[in-house]
């Protein structure tokens, strides 16, 4: 059962609450280079990235979310790190969100000043704790960035922006321990209902960055936590918005289902995969196993996974996430006459056993 928190509006998509899970990224050209982020964050947008994220270190980078704004169609978010200027510029520039620590920016007017700018314009803010720069004065409590270190450094930063009335909070709690991050994030999940961004932090590059996501990100998921994620590799952001899927995957994406039917689709497609080989053989080599067959078999798998995979499932994707919603808009249009009268007559005998239960009350006070 996924955990419900407040809606928190970022640009065009809205998190928490029951919306669905917004996946982003971040852009990694330098920042100085607008025209090659603008190129990035087209080229990740087509993929299918919800929200973009691109760091603004001082108040002149802000011109990279104003062009990037105008490239593409889904939030922006800046990340400032230091200078409270920055995230100033950035919010006049056009952004969607902005990702900074208060306590990391300087005295109180600063903070305000963050503040009072996003509440004007609905912009909301993501408080973004890592396990690996954790406030000193928290550190030396705990002697090493343990789960409660790390959640009492998230609502340290909470309260300095709830202290100017700012509420519109996203928070994300991350580390590159997984077990630790996930400890970290049931812990939040349990103080605050502000809605969380989940991610494994330096997660690493393919191979090893999507083991620890599937198993950080994909667990707490299960565990009805999260409402935005980021899979977090050191390659290409597009690689972060496709996580590997492939057609089979965009399938379960557009219906979900359990294991049992999981590993039955597993079976019967090699099933098929090596009657289909065995067909060939025997049709085109009269039997006979040919090693350049298996190696264009081999080359061909990899050049399908380089070069059409990423296309297919976008296909996929669209289409399998089409057809159910109109499958589920047709079962709703076929029951709804059955569930009205079902809250008819439940509504019915609530009454009459309220009824009921009232004359009995009245014998029992006569006696």
């Not at 609450?17 to 990694?28: D, E, F, K, R, Y």
């Not at 969607?96 to 109180?108: E, L, T």
């Not at 995969?273 to 065995?278: G, L, P, R, Y």
């Given at each position: 059962m996924r955990q419900l928190k407040r809606t928190v509006k970022i640009g065009n998509i809205t998190i928490g609450g029951t919306n669905p899970i917004a996946v982003q990224t971040m852009l990694n050209?330098?920042?100085?280079?607008?025209?090659?982020?603008?190129?990035?964050?087209?080229?990740?947008?087509?993929?299918?990235?919800?929200?973009?994220?691109?760091?603004?270190?001082?108040?002149?980078?802000?011109?990279?979310?104003?062009?990037?704004?105008?490239?593409?169609?889904?939030?922006?978010?800046?990340?400032?790190?230091f200078d409270y200027r920055a995230a100033l510029a950035a919010i006049d520039a056009g952004a969607d969100k902005i990702r900074i620590n208060p306590g990391n920016i300087g005295d109180d007017d600063r903070v305000k000043a963050v503040a009072d700018a996003c509440n004007a314009k609905n912009i909301p803010i993501r408080i973004g704790v890592n396990g690996g720069s954790l406030e000193k004065h928290i550190l030396a409590r705990y002697g090493a960035p343990v789960p409660e270190a790390m959640v009492e450094s998230a609502m340290y930063h909470v309260r300095l922006l709830e202290k100017h009335d700012f509420n519109n909070i996203v928070i994300s709690i991350k580390s590159s321990n997984v077990p630790r991050?996930?400890?970290?994030?049931?812990l939040l999940a349990s103080q605050t209902d502000y809605p969380l961004h989940v991610g494994v932090t330096e997660a690493g590059g393919n191979r090893m960055g999507l083991i620890k996501s599937g198993m950080g990100i994909g667990g707490l998921l299960l565990e009805g936590i999260g409402d935005t994620l980021r899979v977090s590799l050191t390659g290409d952001p597009e690689d972060e918005v496709y996580a590997g899927y492939d057609i089979l995957r965009a399938f379960r994406r557009g219906f979900p289902h359990g294991g049992r039917l999981v590993a039955a689709e597993d079976f019967f497609?090699?099933?098929?995969a090596w009657i289909f080989v065995f067909l060939m053989f025997r049709d085109r080599n009269y039997g006979q196993i040919r090693g350049y067959?298996?190696?264009?078999?081999?080359?061909?798998?990899?050049?399908?996974?380089?070069?059409?995979?990423?296309?297919?499932?976008?296909?996929?994707?669209?289409?399998?996430?089409?057809?159910?919603?109109?499958?589920a808009g047709l079962f709703r249009l076929i029951l709804m006459p059955a569930g009205k009268s079902v809250k008819k007559l439940r509504k019915m005998v609530r009454k009459a056993l309220k009824k009921k239960i009232k004359q009995v009350r009245m014998v029992i006070v006569k006696k």
């Amino acid at each position: 059962m996924r955990q419900l928190k407040r809606t928190v509006k970022i640009g065009n998509i809205t998190i928490g609450g029951t919306n669905p899970i917004a996946v982003q990224t971040m852009l990694n050209v330098p920042v100085k280079d607008i025209a090659g982020n603008v190129e990035q964050a087209k080229r990740v947008a087509k993929a299918g990235c919800q929200i973009v994220r691109v760091t603004v270190p001082t108040p002149a980078d802000a011109a990279v979310v104003s062009a990037i704004k105008e490239a593409v169609d889904i939030p922006v978010v800046a990340d400032i790190h230091f200078d409270y200027r920055a995230a100033l510029a950035a919010i006049d520039a056009g952004a969607d969100k902005i990702r900074i620590n208060p306590g990391n920016i300087g005295d109180d007017d600063r903070v305000k000043a963050v503040a009072d700018a996003c509440n004007a314009k609905n912009i909301p803010i993501r408080i973004g704790v890592n396990g690996g720069s954790l406030e000193k004065h928290i550190l030396a409590r705990y002697g090493a960035p343990v789960p409660e270190a790390m959640v009492e450094s998230a609502m340290y930063h909470v309260r300095l922006l709830e202290k100017h009335d700012f509420n519109n909070i996203v928070i994300s709690i991350k580390s590159s321990n997984v077990p630790r991050m996930m400890a970290a994030y049931r812990l939040l999940a349990s103080q605050t209902d502000y809605p969380l961004h989940v991610g494994v932090t330096e997660a690493g590059g393919n191979r090893m960055g999507l083991i620890k996501s599937g198993m950080g990100i994909g667990g707490l998921l299960l565990e009805g936590i999260g409402d935005t994620l980021r899979v977090s590799l050191t390659g290409d952001p597009e690689d972060e918005v496709y996580a590997g899927y492939d057609i089979l995957r965009a399938f379960r994406r557009g219906f979900p289902h359990g294991g049992r039917l999981v590993a039955a689709e597993d079976f019967f497609y090699w099933v098929f995969a090596w009657i289909f080989v065995f067909l060939m053989f025997r049709d085109r080599n009269y039997g006979q196993i040919r090693g350049y067959v298996l190696a264009a078999l081999i080359l061909g798998m990899l050049l399908y996974i380089l070069l059409l995979s990423r296309r297919i499932l976008l296909v996929f994707s669209t289409f399998f996430g089409f057809l159910s919603r109109m499958i589920a808009g047709l079962f709703r249009l076929i029951l709804m006459p059955a569930g009205k009268s079902v809250k008819k007559l439940r509504k019915m005998v609530r009454k009459a056993l309220k009824k009921k239960i009232k004359q009995v009350r009245m014998v029992i006070v006569k006696k």
